[in-house]
Every structure is written in C-alpha cells, then in structure tokens.
C-alpha cells in the first residue's frame, strides 16, 4: 500500500522560512514525478512545485522562493519554503504519479497524496 507522509508544518511570522518533507512507502518514485499543491480554505487546490530527476517546475508565486528537492534514496521530496508572506498561509499536500519524464501541474495528473500538512504564516 503507498502511503505519502507530510511533515514540517508549522506557524511561521511573515519573511520566515520553513521546510517541509513528504516521505513515500509502498513503491519508489525515484522515475516519477513527486509535487507540492496547496489549498487554502474555500480556495481549489493549486500546483506549488514538481520534480523529477534534475527537473523542476514553479508555480509563478512561489518562484525565487521555494525550492523542491528530493532523496531518491530515502523515496522523500522536500520543500524549502524561504520569504514566506501571509498568502502562502494553505494546507500543504504532498502528490506522486504513476506517469513518467513529464511534469504535471494538474492535481488530476497525480495518483497518490499525502495527508496535509499546515502552514500559517502570520503578518
């Protein structure tokens, strides 16, 4: 059974940093992609961050700030979260897919999700 565990969440003032990891069990996903999407309440669930091998995709938000990383090794994906402001406040979901060699932004193109992990940022 795959299983995605988000951990690193936390309540963070405006221009800190925090760092969040997702480790999967199961089956590797060292040829896959793995993501990050955050969803604030009342709000879609909308893509972060995504990796595979050496290549990464932004949302525009969060570019310059964020940065997606992973240990194929111990089957984990992190994301380093620098200069947060008030809007990154969301539950932050981690996300495997089956596919391969793409990157997916869409939340329907990833097959396995993790249970959240929250992030507060106060003013």
């Known amino acids: 059974q795959v299983q995605l565990v988000e951990s690193g969440g936390g309540l963070v003032q405006a221009g800190g940093s925090l760092r969040l990891s997702c480790a999967a069990s199961g089956r590797s996903f060292s040829s896959n992609p793995m993501a990050w999407f955050r969803q604030a309440p009342g709000k879609e669930r909308n893509f972060v961050a995504a990796r595979i091998g050496g290549a990464t995709r932004y949302a525009d938000s969060v570019k310059g700030r964020f940065t997606i990383s992973r240990d194929n090794a111990k089957n984990t994906v992190y994301l380093q979260m620098n200069s947060l402001q008030p809007e990154d406040t969301a539950v932050y979901y981690c996300?495997?897919?089956?596919?391969?060699?793409?990157?997916?932004?869409?939340?329907?193109?990833?097959?396995?999700w993790g249970q959240g992990t929250q992030v507060t940022v106060s003013s």
């Open positions: 996300a495997a897919s089956r596919g391969l060699a793409i990157i997916p932004i869409s939340h329907r193109e990833y097959d396995y």
